[in-house]
């Protein structure tokens, strides 16, 4: 993720799309997030890491609300833009590679990054062994449907069984993403300990079309995958 999003291409693309409204943060992600959170996304006092939190947003949300973040990104650049708040610790670092105290977190989130990891169920591995007993795991992914054609423009759900990495021209050539299918990323996260609270695929209402006619196309497959997990069965062998 770091040379992806320190690109200064790919971040330029990036940041218009987020100025312009255009991608689907604001209208679909952001509010299906926080439904998921406590409510209105309230942090609570909680103790709570945000894995790949870009510029900040949610980590931003969450500690106004009460808890104390620790915001991890590998890019430099988006890091940059964070806003400072002294409940957040913002930590660079490459989420293959992060390393957390043992049962130090009440909540992990994760906003639109993990279909970026590789190691998926090492990584779920070690965000079991950083919560404590019934702390919750939080994150929305490109849905499956996307993420599996190896043609991006086939709007058909083709290859869905074969997992692995799909690339990419998203704002520049050669964007890695790694393809899961629902099941197993479910199975991976009950693998781990974790109970399945909530599973959402929110798509754009027929009002949000009618007002923004490009979410139009998300009304024909889902475009985000969002689970909130609850640790019931806590390994404590340590991580992978």
């Not at 291409?9 to 926080?34: C, H, T, V």
């Not at 909680?46 to 973040?69: F, H, P």
């Not at 299918?181 to 009618?210: H, M």
């Amino acid at each position: 993720m770091t040379a992806l999003y320190d690109d200064p291409d790919f971040l330029s693309g990036y940041r218009e799309l987020r100025r312009s409204g255009r991608g689907l943060n604001e209208d679909l992600e952001i509010p299906a997030m926080n439904a998921l959170l406590s409510p209105g996304g309230r942090g609570d006092e909680l103790r709570v890491a945000d894995l790949g939190c870009g510029e900040g947003e949610l980590a931003l949300r969450l500690a106004s609300a009460g808890a104390s973040v620790v915001a991890i990104d590998a890019s430099a650049a988006m890091l940059s833009r964070t806003t400072e708040h002294p409940q957040i610790r913002y930590l660079q670092e490459d989420l293959a590679r992060l390393d957390l105290p043992a049962s130090s977190l009440d909540l992990v989130v994760s906003s639109l990054a993990l279909h970026y990891v590789e190691d998926f169920i090492g990584l779920v591995s070690r965000v079991a062994h950083w919560l404590v007993p019934g702390g919750r795991f939080v994150f929305s992914v490109e849905h499956p449907v996307i993420t599996a054609p190896r043609d991006a423009a086939d709007l058909l759900v083709d290859d869905y069984a074969d997992e692995g990495p799909r690339q990419r021209t998203w704002f520049v050539d050669h964007v890695v993403k790694y393809h899961r299918t629902t099941g197993s990323t479910v199975e991976t996260l009950l693998g781990q300990g974790f109970t399945i609270e909530a599973l959402r695929e929110p798509q754009p209402t027929r009002a949000q079309v009618a007002s923004k006619p490009h979410l139009a196309i998300h009304r024909r497959r889902p475009p985000i995958l969002l689970i909130a997990a609850r640790l019931v069965s806590p390994r404590r062998t340590g991580p992978p």
